[in-house]
C-alpha cells in the first residue's frame, strides 16, 4: 500500500485495500464453508445428538429406538463410560463420535469471515483516525492564516459575517432569522 501524505486531500479509495482483503477472506471462508459441509462431519451440525456407553472400545447407543454401535478408536476404558454421539437418523454410516474435530471445522468456517470483519473495522478505523487529523491540519492552518491576518494590522470579520464574504450573513445567523 502507498503511503500517503498528511496535506493531501483524501485519498481515493482509501478503503480500497482493506475491502479487497476482507472479500478476500469472504470467499475463502465460503469455500471452507462448503469444504465442511460435504465432508462426513457435517453430521456434527445436521445430525442428532444422542448418548451413548462406550464398553470395551465400542460405543453403543440408540437413535430412534434402532440399537447402534460405533468403534471408538480409542483404547478400551476399565469401565463403561458415557460418550456423545452425533448420528444421522437416515444413515448409521454417518454416525460420529463427539471430538475437537468439530471445532475446528466450526473455527475453520468462522475464522476466515471473523477476519473479513475485522479487516473492515481496522481500515474504517483508521480512515476515521486520519479523517480527523486532516480536520485537526486543516483547523490549526486557518487558525495560522487568521492570526497571520491581524498580525499585519488588518481588522477581523465582524460579528455575524464569515470570514471572506463580507456581505453574507453567518449559517446560524440565517437559521435564527428564519425561525421567527
Sequence with gaps: MRAFRRDRPEPDGFLRPYRIGAVVLAVFGVLCLLVVVQS????????QRVRGTDEG?????????EERSLDSHRPAPPRPVARTVYADPADSSRDRLLTPVKWLDAAFVVLPFGGAGTTLAVGIARHRRWRGRMAADEQGRRQRATEAWHADGRPG???GVTPGDGSRPSRSTRSRRWSR
Design 40 to 47: 462426513p462431519s457435517v453430521v456434527y451440525w445436521t445430525g
Design 57 to 65: 472400545g465400542i460405543v453403543y447407543y440408540t437413535v430412534a429406538g
Design 157 to 159: 470579520p465582524s460579528p
